[in-house]
């Protein structure tokens, strides 16, 4: 809560987890979607993590001392589903025209995604999480950035295996997308190989 | 289109899961047991259901420019109210579904209905509809489950079963089995729909509530090298 200690050791636990052993694609089954539309491309796949990085820092910051200073004081906290997913396509909204009047040259890289984001439950996911788990104001944002970087890490390498799976030749009702899941699935076990290393981080 | 026909489309031609490829986050993680399954389908067909009503009736008020935040702000509005039920009076499947449940929101077989049938239909319809949809996705949730649950925990609903509990392939239930049967289901159905000569559908983006939005983005050339 607020008062809070923030440990240096803490936050390094935060962010390793997020990345590699929560990861929020492979693991908590966050953001599938973009994760299979949007992986087929590395440049497209960069571009979309990043976006994705930014907004969810940015929402984490905007929905912590939404949730602590407003809504629980008030004893709204079941409002918390409603104001958050309100901020966040407000946010993203807020952002999109920020940029295309300051920074176009980043609208025209990034732009094209942040309307996806509004929907994607990785975003609304990583503020609720943050909550449930009474993060600090740091470790929130420590955890939001963790999320999206995972996130950045199973949509680029993913990318490398889409790359491959187009010269395969699976048999016929396995085209397309159940090949795309089989694929998805062995990247993910792969994942399991972090398992241990938080336990033995500090060791 | 008849009343029965508008109810079955939703769980086979149509079904949101396998065919129109919708829902995913939540097909992929409460699948690990059938309890689990039955108490997301059943907490996500209650909120499709009032929210398909709720905005069919609404739809000559809303302004269509800022209809997707209305539709957003009322799929809220019930997924709180459902939520708060499920905490009152089944806190183990809360506790079984966690943050799968205030996530509902963003569950794009709601905001696809909303945005693909409700907003064009009658109440009465978009009602069948949403029936047909939700029992779709929990029978689809229910049939993974099923899986999932039978070979990765030697079990189904809790109850052991005798031989298969000796030998459980535990992945089964962790994440890549997830993916993995997810995968092999979509490819039953693909098989299903070759064989009675009805064309594969890919990825399609059509079906995605953003799909206008990121028709700029890479949707566009998804749907091309699809067709190609």
């Known amino acids: ?203 | 289109m008849t009343k029965l026909d508008n109810f079955t489309k939703g769980i086979i031609r149509e079904n949101p899961v396998l065919v129109l490829v919708l829902g995913t986050c939540p097909t992929l993680a409460t699948s690990t047991q059938t309890s689990n399954a039955i108490g997301m389908g059943a907490a996500a067909t209650i909120v499709l259901l009032c929210s398909n009503a709720a905005i069919s009736a609404l739809r000559k008020v809303i302004p269509d420019k800022v209809r997707i935040p209305c539709y957003i702000v009322l799929i809220a509005a019930f997924v709180t109210i459902v939520q708060m039920l499920v905490k009152a009076f089944a806190p183990s499947l809360n506790e079984a579904l966690g943050i799968y449940l205030p996530l509902i929101v963003v569950n794009c077989i709601i905001l696809g209905r909303a945005e693909m049938y409700a907003n064009k239909n009658t109440v009465g319809d978009s009602v069948v509809d949403a029936l047909g949809m939700g029992v779709g996705f929990t029978l689809t949730l229910f049939v993974m489950a099923s899986i999932r649950e039978i070979f990765g925990s030697g079990a189904w609903f809790g109850m052991a079963i005798p031989f298969l509990q000796n030998f459980k392939i535990s992945i089964m239930t962790l994440a890549p089995g997830g993916f993995f049967v997810f995968g092999c289901l979509i490819a039953v159905v693909n098989r299903i729909m070759m064989k009675k000569g009805k064309p594969r559908r890919s990825l399609g983006c059509k079906s995605c509530p953003c799909a206008e939005a990121c028709g700029k983005a890479s949707c566009e050339t998804e749907g091309k090298g699809a067709e190609a």
């Open chain 1, 1 to 203: 809560m607020a008062g809070h200690i923030v440990s240096f050791k803490g936050c390094i636990v935060i962010l390793m987890s997020a990345v590699l052993v929560n990861n929020y694609v492979l693991s908590k089954f966050l953001g599938i979607c973009p994760f299979l539309g949007v992986s087929k491309k590395l440049d497209q796949a960069t571009g979309m993590s990043i976006a994705v990085i930014f907004v969810m820092l940015l929402a984490t910051a905007v929905t912590w001392p939404i949730q602590h200073y407003l809504l629980d004081p008030n004893g709204l906290g079941y409002m918390q589903t409603v104001v958050f997913i309100l901020v966040i396509a407000t946010l993203v909204q807020f952002v999109e025209i920020v940029l295309k009047k300051y920074i176009p040259g980043l609208h025209a890289s990034l732009g094209v995604y942040l309307p996806l984001i509004t929907t994607n439950c990785a975003v609304l996911g990583v503020t609720i999480l943050n909550i449930d788990e009474s993060y600090s104001f740091i470790e929130s944002l420590v955890n939001a950035f963790g999320s999206g970087l995972g996130f950045l890490l199973a949509m680029v390498l993913f990318a490398g295996v889409r790359s491959r799976l187009e010269s395969g030749d699976p048999p016929e009702a396995f085209k397309g997308l159940p090949i795309t899941l089989i694929a998805a699935s062995i990247v993910s076990v792969s994942f399991f190989g972090f398992a241990g290393i938080i336990e033995n981080l500090f060791a």
